[in-house]
């Protein structure tokens, strides 16, 4: 394929706005131009994923492939998955003709076409399977996923708050968090104990994301002489750009600033949340066909997205073709992902899956170097994933 631009159409309720020169790499990570290409990506991406995990289930069944080598092939696949996503959600957003004052719309169609290609899935690997009906807190499937489904409304809900209200690099590293903390979760309500590499690897792995992501912030930060516009950023800060004060009030920026702004705030509660519903993602996947555990957690989570989407009327005007093609590969990716992680959750602790889905971070930064043209320095983040990548290594070892 060539590099000369391919010329494209953006639409906004059928009307014609503008032809922009679309590189060929954003065809290539849309998965085509056009709605038949669209649809055969998201069908190989879908079917290749459910085939793979198939075939990993009945290898590791047989005792030809061994746990650690099966997490790996999945998470590896899932990780790859999820920068797709991450990279398609970015693109797309940035239409603000079409998604601006639409988020929760944007969440509910994508969520809730992941929650029916998951339903069609389930149905072509044996239907529901749902091991128990126990009614616990911390047992059985009805409750976990219940519980899942209501959780990641709100997690969903707050992500969206954060970016909105707050300078992305400021509440990106806060997820970070997550890996280290849930932990002790895993022990409340699983009973799972990490190893001494494990607890190593998991929390290298969390000062391995922090560390790449606030690098973005170093950046925004050296690019001006002047202060930051973000008023959180003036407040903690500051205009000084050297010594030691400046490197740790940006290093703590997120943490200091959880007072000063509310965007930050509703990022620690989506982190909050997560820590909640990860480990009943692992009940329920554990306890029924992981296609039909997360269709129905995602489906719960679309329906509330949907009715807050509805209440806020952001569905008026919506060019439904436009949204059909645009958001059709990225629910194709996100259920195929989630089939991928509900089978490493089967094979080893809910710890290491919440700490391995991380590994998608790096690959999201390259992907935006190769198919967004971001351009960022490498240095700092070279440090960053050196330490992921012990992490993962050392996660490995307590399989």
């Known amino acids: 394929m060539s590099n000369a631009a391919v010329p494209m159409r953006t639409e906004n309720n059928g009307e014609l706005l503008a032809v922009e020169e679309v590189p060929w790499r954003l065809v290539m990570l849309q998965g085509g131009r056009s709605l038949t290409s669209r649809l055969i990506t998201a069908g190989v991406v879908l079917v290749g994923t459910v085939l793979m995990v198939e075939l990993c289930t009945r290898s590791?069944?047989?005792g030809t492939l061994l746990g650690p080598a099966l997490v790996w092939l999945c998470m590896s696949l899932a990780g790859i998955e999820l920068a797709w996503y991450l990279l398609l959600v970015k693109l797309e957003l940035g239409n603000k003709a079409m998604w601006e004052?639409?988020?929760?719309?944007?969440?509910?169609l994508v969520i809730g076409g992941c929650s029916l290609l998951l339903l069609i899935t389930m149905l072509l690997t044996g239907g529901p399977a749902i091991a128990t009906n126990v009614l616990s807190w911390n047992e059985g499937f009805i409750v976990p996923v219940i519980g899942s489904g209501l959780l990641n409304i709100g997690i969903m809900l707050a992500k969206i708050k954060a970016k909105a209200l707050e300078d992305l690099s400021l509440v990106a590293p806060i997820?970070?968090?997550t890996p280290a903390i849930v932990i002790l979760f895993g022990i409340v309500f699983l009973g799972e104990m990490p190893g001494v590499w494990g607890w190593s690897g998991i929390w290298l792995l969390a000062i391995g994301t922090y560390t790449l992501g606030i690098r973005d912030l170093f950046d925004k930060l050296a690019a001006s002489r002047q202060s930051p516009?973000?008023?959180?950023?003036?407040?903690?800060v500051g205009e000084q750009r050297h010594?030691?004060?400046?490197?740790?009030?940006?290093w703590l920026a997120p943490i200091i600033s959880l007072r000063q702004s509310l965007g930050v705030r509703w990022a620690?509660?989506?982190?909050l949340f997560s820590l909640f519903a990860l480990p009943y993602e692992a009940l329920s996947t554990r306890n029924a066909n992981p296609a039909f555990a997360y269709c129905c957690v995602f489906g719960i989570a679309a329906a509330g997205n949907l009715f807050l989407a509805l209440y806020w009327k952001e569905f008026a005007g919506l060019n439904w073709q436009h949204a059909f093609r645009a958001l059709l590969l990225m629910s194709a990716l996100f259920a195929a992902l989630h089939v991928a992680f509900g089978l490493s959750y089967r094979v080893t602790l809910m710890s290491h899956v919440g700490a391995l889905k991380r590994l998608s971070i790096p690959l999201t930064i390259i992907g935006a170097?190769?198919?967004?043209?971001?351009?960022?320095?490498?240095?700092g983040r070279l440090v960053g994933g050196m330490i992921m990548t012990i992490g993962a290594i050392l996660i490995s070892l307590d399989m």
């Open 60 to 62: 590791y069944a047989s």
């Open 101 to 108: 004052g639409r988020t929760e719309a944007f969440t509910a």
């Open 175 to 177: 997820e970070s968090s």
């Open 229 to 236: 516009q973000a008023s959180t950023l003036e407040t903690i």
């Open 243 to 250: 010594g030691w004060r400046y490197q740790l009030s940006v």
């Open 268 to 271: 620690y509660f989506a982190v």
């Open 369 to 379: 170097l190769i198919f967004l043209g971001e351009r960022k320095k490498i240095g």
